[in-house]
């Protein structure tokens, strides 16, 4: 078969990230022997040429579209990506009428019937696709419906879809690396700058799949499913070589969470040590799970810059999202990658539920003590409101609080915000005053210029913009059943 894989992630803030999803599958139907073909549009001005020739000239009989993100999760940035992947089917069928269109990538997964109904696509998978695609693939080629690969979805004839679950399996041995060759290569030429320096784009590896965590907002279950998959340790520090060898300056892991479980984290950092790997990297931590060891291992190993998904310095709070951390171990864990001189930066929502004043000034005030003004290695960004996904129990809760009327497409976003904090405009005025205050502080960049709570009321209108724009290329229907909050 003749794939054109295409991603249509075209974000580059705060940084452009590899598509190692797509450039992973698309690496694996080459080894099967399919023709492939990848493109990019994250480096293209004008998308619809570029489509447009690379469908003439390659004739593919499926285009595949890789959906990274669904929405900026950002009740105050409300913006969608999705309108992208119908253009490009659209684009690929007017180009080549009978064309399959097959979607797949994390932010399809959360939403997959939604996403179906909006692009008008023939299949799609759902999970990851290392040991889906190919099944699905050689069906096609065989020219027999593939609606026993896991993971497929494929419209009904008389509306709605056959579905079969994704097994969330891998068998990590058999998987292909992702051949940098498909990646587009002005990634490796492009440059980003942070506050101090110019980083070039990281290169990309995941240790591991899903995540023991049942934080009540996430929707990575519905991507990776629940549980891990680990790769081999060995395996693992071979690609490192591997890509540090190809002259790739800066690494980041792009685990959900790299240090959950912790035990495993620390095997694949003595591996690094074992080989002598030390180049700078970066990854997402759980700061419940930070110990002396982990820190001196990453710190050994180059790692200059952390995430936190603290998202809220008040035990209370962390109680109600299901976090596995108090703000305790908020305070040591930062403490100990400051002293060890990486770089930490806090992801925190504000308006949880159950959040009010207490709470979120508690939060405030943790987060003044652990980044200050004027300390520029560490930062605070805080997101108001939280993105409701599909089968959550922030869903649930949504629904009950009557915020949402639990009919709503997922593909449209709808955000929780506590009432306590949306309906106190002191509160917002405070919440305004003291990010402006602080410059490692981020909520929103209009702050300066526009009041939180006209950017409030402006942002709601742009949500229900949205929501126009895309139930006009939606069929009438409710969407299907959230399926059991988790
Ligand atoms: C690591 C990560 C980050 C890192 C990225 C670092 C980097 N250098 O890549 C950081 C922290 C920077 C980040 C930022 C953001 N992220 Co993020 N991120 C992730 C995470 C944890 C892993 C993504 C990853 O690399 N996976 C590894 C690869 C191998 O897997 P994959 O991409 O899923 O691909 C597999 C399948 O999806 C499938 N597949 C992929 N493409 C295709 C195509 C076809 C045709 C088919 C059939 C299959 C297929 O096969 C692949 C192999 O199995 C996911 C959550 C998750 N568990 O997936 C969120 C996730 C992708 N991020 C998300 C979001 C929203 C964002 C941000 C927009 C957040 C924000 N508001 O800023 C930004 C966007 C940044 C950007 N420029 O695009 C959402 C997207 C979904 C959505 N609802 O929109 C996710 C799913 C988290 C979530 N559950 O909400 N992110």
């Given amino acids: 078969m003749k794939v054109l894989f295409v991603s249509i992630n075209k974000l580059k803030s705060f940084r452009p990230v590899l598509p190692i999803g797509m450039v992973t599958i698309a690496t694996q139907a080459r080894e099967a022997g399919h023709q492939v073909e990848t493109l990019d549009l994250m480096w293209e001005e004008e998308d619809e040429p570029v489509v447009r020739a690379a469908v003439q000239s390659f004739k593919p009989d499926v285009v595949g579209i890789s959906i990274r993100n669904v ?9 969608v990506y999705t309108p992208l992947a119908r253009e490009v089917a659209d684009w ?16 399809f997964s959360t939403v997959p019937e939604d996403l179906m109904d909006f692009v008008q696509a023939d299949y799609g998978i759902t999970g990851f696709a290392e040991e889906s695609v190919q099944p699905l693939l050689e069906h096609l080629a065989r020219g027999e419906e593939p609606l026993d690969v896991p993971g497929v979805i494929r419209p009904l004839p008389d509306g709605g879809y056959h579905r079969r679950d994704p097994v969330f399996r891998i068998d990590y041995r058999k998987a292909a690396r992702p051949d940098p060759a ?61 890509l540090r060898d190809e002259g790739l300056e800066v690494l980041e892991i792009v685990d959900g969470v790299f240090n959950l479980p912790l035990n495993y984290s620390l095997e694949v950092l003595r591996e690094f040590v074992r080989r002598g790997i030390e180049m700078p990297w970066s990854c997402m931590v759980n700061p419940g799970n930070v110990t002396a060891e982990l820190v001196d291992l990453m710190a050994r190993t180059g790692c200059y810059y952390v995430e936190f998904g603290t998202d809220s310095a008040c035990d209370r709070i962390l109680r109600g999202l299901k976090k596995n951390f108090r703000q305790r171990q908020i305070v040591d864990a930062h403490r100990r990658f400051v002293e060890a001189g990486i770089r930490v930066e806090h992801c925190l929502f504000i308006g949880s539920p159950g959040d009010d004043r207490d709470s979120v000034r508690e939060t405030f005030d943790v987060m003044e003590q652990l980044v200050p003004p004027a300390t520029p290695d560490v930062h605070a960004f805080w997101t108001l409101g939280l993105r409701v996904c599909r089968g959550t129990a922030l869903h649930a809760t949504a629904v009950a609080e009557g915020m949402i009327t639990g009919t709503e497409r997922f593909i449209v976003p709808k955000y929780y915000a506590s009432r306590a904090v949306i309906e106190d405009d002191a509160l917002l005025d405070e919440i305004q005053a003291r990010v402006l205050a602080n410059d490692n502080w981020y909520l929103w960049w209009g702050l300066n210029s526009i009041s939180l709570r006209d950017r409030i009321t402006m942002a709601r209108a742009e949500s229900e913009r949205i929501e126009a724009e895309l139930n006009d290329h939606l069929p009438p229907r409710p969407a299907p059943p959230a399926g059991g909050a988790r």
């Fill in 182 to 242: 498909l990646y587009d290569q002005r990634y490796f030429s492009y440059s980003y700058e942070t506050h101090d320096r110019s980083l070039k784009v990281p290169a990309t590896i995941q240790t591991k799949k899903g995540c023991v965590l049942e934080c009540v907002f996430c929707s990575n279950f519905l991507v990776d499913g629940t549980g891990v998959k680990f790769d081999e340790v060995s395996r693992v520090a071979d690609e490192v070589e591997r």
């Fill in 71 to 79: 929405d900026s999760q950002s009740m105050l940035e409300p913006v």
């Fill in 92 to 107: 690929s069928r007017d180009e080549l009428p009978g064309v399959t269109v097959l979607l797949g990538g994390p932010g």
